[in-house]
């Protein structure tokens, strides 16, 4: 999968979870906590929903490297290369 | 059965609370013992936690450490604090408010929040803390109910939650906006702090006067506001002692937030009243930031929730390896009751059990705990602490009968202790209704063991314990249906490993309205804009009628008893059932 699906499919995830969230209008540098108002369970169901899609296993060490849908996006596509 | 944790002779030797102390425990002796009072008999929250310290000669200890998200660190000493707080009392002065004003904040962990509680407090006003993560509904009906005079948030917050409403609180007056520019109609804090004055004396506050106003969910109907005196101070400062282990100097992190009562009572009065040093993170948890910050500030005493502790344990035991955890010597955890298995974790990694302990909104402190002189039952809240007598009872109309140790029954507190709230605002039949006799009941079950210890088996009614925080189910259900497609709708709290419970809701909907992933989401993020991540209900499941008694009412507990396959006790009052 290219990077640039992994972004989609993160960003829909993320909207899942999250459905307050409108698909178009988030950024691709917008922090999940603090620009897009996710708490830590918000976090935990998105890593888990990614696991689920995508058989990625993120530990907790690697949160930060999923903080932004570009950060997340290089990190899903490093991870499944 | 998880084994007792017993403590060593040395260890034990430490604690400050000895067999000695609680014998001789008095609310006179330790009010005597920690703090300074005013003359006349006057008391004021915030003239104990800062300005007396600098009377006494330690202006110049730090008071707080605050590590900022993008890595800046502040210090601020007693006497910047106390400065600070007196200019935020010149400013509210300034603009016409005085003694008995209510002051609301929306705050994250920023310094700001620290001087505003004490510089409303010194100026005789009322300390209000909101949840910044809250949505806009439950903010403006607590500022409705609390009856606002003014409000200190960032511009953030305020253009994104509270601009369309703030008109309607006919009681606001002052809208302060953290930073060097506010939109219309508010005021910039940073100019105005200064532009005023460093001086300002401490309003001599009666120990019966209102100082904390805490906001706490029911499980019907609104909010409740539950009222604190300044008297209040006086179970900060024994509870600081003797369950938090706090001396003058002692690196202290509390982890709560400042919308919460934990963060004011335990992240804001209690540590200053003892003269330590606060160490305050701005960022979210975040496991390596966490552990780094244990290290490199050398923390001493720590108060955390289950929560976070679980967190942690999923990264697992490796994650911690390699950071030096030696300066702490004290690990405190509340909000819900913590399982064995993180007070056991805690021993391993940290060194170190975590000390479970209980109180609530209501009660204003901590009233029982493991303390560091008792060893320690996994997954027990602990014992009683000094001053305070508690019980496991059965309600009865004029008072209350004990119950047998093993028995289950409602935890229940003797009248009297000084941070005992004083009145639900403008509701005091719901005040009434939570005591019998002289016996406040909690609302918790509980039984208590034969070596007296308590342990915490549920709550008497439907409220929800998600991540420490206590959720009312009729405040979801309300915005729920306030989306076109639900026409009713069930909110419970369903058991989750990390955050102890999650909410769930059941809708039914409208003519109109069909079922679908789409309209699911649909509703969610309604209940997320109204109400923020925490509040809202992380899943929905359609059902085309609910379970209601004759009266109409839904009853939540047959939900949720089907849903974990429970039984289903008595269903005499059923109605209409669920399809």
């Known amino acids: ?81 | 059965m998880w084994d007792t944790i017993k403590k060593p002779e040395a260890l034990r030797a430490r604690a400050q609370l000895t067999t000695g102390v609680r014998a001789g425990f008095s609310w006179a002796k330790i009010e005597d013992e920690v703090l300074d009072g005013l003359p006349d008999g006057a008391l004021n929250i915030a003239y104990e936690a800062v300005d007396r310290h600098i009377a006494n000669g330690f202006g110049s200890d730090t008071a707080l450490r605050w590590l900022g998200k993008s890595g800046e660190r502040l210090d601020l000493s007693y006497a910047d604090l106390a400065a600070a707080s007196s200019r935020f009392a010149s400013v509210l002065s300034g603009h016409g408010l005085a003694s008995g004003a209510r002051v609301f904040s929306l705050l994250g962990r920023q310094p700001e929040v620290f001087y505003t509680a004490l510089g409303t407090l010194k100026a005789g006003m009322t300390f209000t803390p909101l949840f910044s993560a809250f949505g806009p509904e439950p903010i403006q009906t607590r500022m409705e109910i609390g009856e606002a005079n003014a409000l200190v948030t960032t511009e953030a917050i305020y253009r994104r939650k509270i601009e369309p409403w703030i008109k309607q609180i006919p009681s606001m007056r002052l809208v302060l906006i953290v930073g060097d520019d506010a939109p219309e109609g508010c005021v910039a804090l940073g100019p105005a702090m200064a532009a005023a004055s460093a001086e300002f004396d401490v309003v001599h506050t009666r120990p019966e006067d209102e100082a904390l106003i805490h906001f706490t969910s029911g499980t019907t109907g609104r909010p409740k506001g539950a009222v604190h005196v300044h008297k209040a101070v006086v179970n900060h400062a024994s509870t600081g002692r003797y369950a938090l282990e706090l001396k003058p100097g002692t690196v202290y992190w509390c982890t709560a937030d400042p919308g919460w009562v934990t963060g004011t009572s335990y992240g804001i009065i209690a540590p200053l009243v003892h003269r330590a040093t606060l160490v305050i993170d701005e960022a979210e948890f975040d496991l390596e930031r966490w552990y780094g910050t244990l290290e490199r500030e050398k923390v001493e005493v720590w108060y955390t929730a289950p929560t976070a502790i679980r967190m942690m344990m999923r990264a697992g035991k490796d994650a911690a390896r390699g950071y030096d955890f030696s300066s702490l010597r004290f690990l405190a955890s509340v909000g819900e009751p913590l399982n064995p298995e993180a007070v056991v974790w805690g021993n391993e990694v940290f060194g170190q059990p975590f000390h479970d302990n209980w109180w609530q909104t209501e009660t204003g402190g901590i009233m029982i705990a493991n303390t560091l002189d008792m060893d320690i039952k996994p997954g027990s809240m602990g014992k009683p602490l000094p001053g305070i007598e508690a019980a496991v009872v059965n309600r009865k109309d004029d008072g209350v009968t004990p119950c047998k140790p093993g028995e289950i029954g409602d935890l229940a507190l003797k009248v009297g202790w000084p941070s005992m709230m004083r009145a639900y605002l403008h509701e005091e039949a719901r005040y009434k209704k939570t005591f019998a006799g002289d016996w406040y009941i909690s609302g918790d079950l509980a039984m208590q063991d034969q070596d007296g210890y308590f342990w915490f088996v549920g709550r008497a009614d439907d409220l929800i314990k998600s991540s420490g925080h206590l959720i009312g189910p009729f405040e979801v259900e309300s915005a729920l249906i306030e989306h076109e497609a639900v026409a009713e709708a069930g909110v419970i709290g369903l058991p989750d490993e990390t955050a102890g419970e999650v909410v769930k809701a059941y809708v039914s909907l409208n003519p109109g309205f069909e079922p679908s992933e789409e309209l699911e989401k649909s509703i969610r993020g309604h209940a997320r804009k109204k109400l923020g991540p925490a509040v809202a209900p992380r899943t929905i499941e359609f059902r085309k009628t609910l379970p209601k008694t004759r009266s109409g009412k839904i009853m939540r507990r047959l939900l949720k008893a089907r849903e974990l396959g429970l039984p289903e006790g008595d269903i005499s009052t059923l109605e209409t059932d669920e399809s």
């Open chain 1, 1 to 81: 999968m290219n990077r640039d699906t992994l972004y989609a499919i993160f960003i829909e995830e993320l909207v899942n979870v999250a459905p307050d969230l409108d698909a178009g209008t988030i950024n691709k540098d917008d922090q999940l906590q603090d620009d897009l108002e996710l708490d830590s369970m918000d976090v935990l169901n998105l890593v888990a929903a990614l696991h689920e899609r995508l058989g990625v296993d993120i530990p907790e060490d690697d949160y930060v490297q999923i903080e932004t849908p570009a950060k997340a996006a290089d990190y899903l596509a490093a991870k499944l290369k």
